[in-house]
């Protein structure tokens, strides 16, 4: 039984369709289909049920769904063991976010790809919550707080923020004392969340409300200088606005707890040295840029 027709059918099973498994293979369809055929033939059992709107799992396929994945990740740890120390080899598929992904993660990805040049990196920067598991994800950076899953979570640094304004915004309605005075202000948010700020040792969380939302860091921070509201953000993304008086900070006598950047995964027994080895990577740069308040890569 051949290994890249397991791993196709777990691809596609994953996947939902043949279209988004031969993305994320980086094969044409036409192979996909061709190897579903060839281990469907030599099983004696159809494994997808084709429709207009992809391909859903038979009763066969979904029990051999499970069996074929673990002997996909089985011969990745297999293979692993035997190559040369260090030297990576196959492919990394890594979601980061896109608000300062591309400035602050990027070189570390670039980094890895130019000591493993065996090594095919494929990143997502997206702000947006990507499904790893639906999406075929290796891993994802992520960065903030992270929600309970059923995932795998490795802090790599810290994540520093603050509240911030412009001094129009402040002039003309005050600025906060306390986090129960932000219910009264203009928030600028990603969505429905909750704010978590320091009062001694107890942490407070409130719940802002603003017209104003976004699903990306750089926008937030162009609707924080126009003067719309009061926005909560990492100083990688402010640190400029702040020393150029653009922006300034609001309620510094209740700072929000740090957050933190990690590497997630899937859940699995053993992560895969190329997930190890990112982690490590990133740990590194963390440890050489503290605390990440944006001063560019380093």
Request: overall charge neutral.
């Amino acid at each position: 039984m051949d290994i890249e027709e397991l791993r196709t059918f777990v691809e596609v099973a994953d996947a939902g369709g043949i279209s988004p498994a031969a993305l994320r293979l980086g094969v044409s369809k036409s192979i996909v289909s061709r190897r579903l055929l060839r281990l469907e033939a030599e099983l004696g059992v159809q494994l997808l049920a084709r429709t207009t709107r992809g391909a859903a799992l038979t009763e066969a396929g979904a029990t051999f769904r499970d069996h074929a994945a673990r002997v996909c990740a089985e011969i990745d740890v297999a293979k692993e063991t035997i190559l040369p120390a260090g030297d990576l080899r196959g492919r990394l598929r890594v979601a980061a976010p896109l608000s300062f992904g591309p400035t602050h993660f990027a070189p570390v990805l670039a980094e890895m790809a130019r000591r493993h040049p065996r090594l095919q990196i494929q990143t997502c920067y997206s702000d947006r919550f990507v499904d790893l598991i639906a999406e075929g994800y290796d891993c994802a950076i992520r960065v903030g707080y992270l929600p309970d899953s059923n995932l795998i979570a490795r802090r790599v640094g810290p994540i520093f923020g603050k509240l911030v304004a412009s001094p129009d915004y402040v002039k003309e309605h005050g600025s906060p004392e306390t986090p129960e005075e932000i219910v009264a202000h203009e928030a600028l948010m990603q969505g429905t969340e909750s704010w978590q700020f320091m009062d001694g040792d107890k942490i407070v969380t409130v719940r802002p409300q603003g017209r104003f939302k976004a699903d990306n860091g750089v926008a937030l921070v162009a609707a924080a200088t126009a003067g719309l509201g009061i926005a909560y953000l990492p100083d990688c993304l402010t640190h400029g606005h702040l020393a150029s008086g653009a922006l300034v900070p609001v309620m510094t006598r209740h700072p929000p707890p740090p957050a933190g950047a990690y590497v997630v995964r899937p859940p699995g027994q053993h992560p895969a040295r190329k997930i190890r080895i990112l982690t490590e990577l990133l740990i590194e740069y963390f440890d050489q840029q503290p605390p990440f308040t944006g001063a560019g890569p380093v």
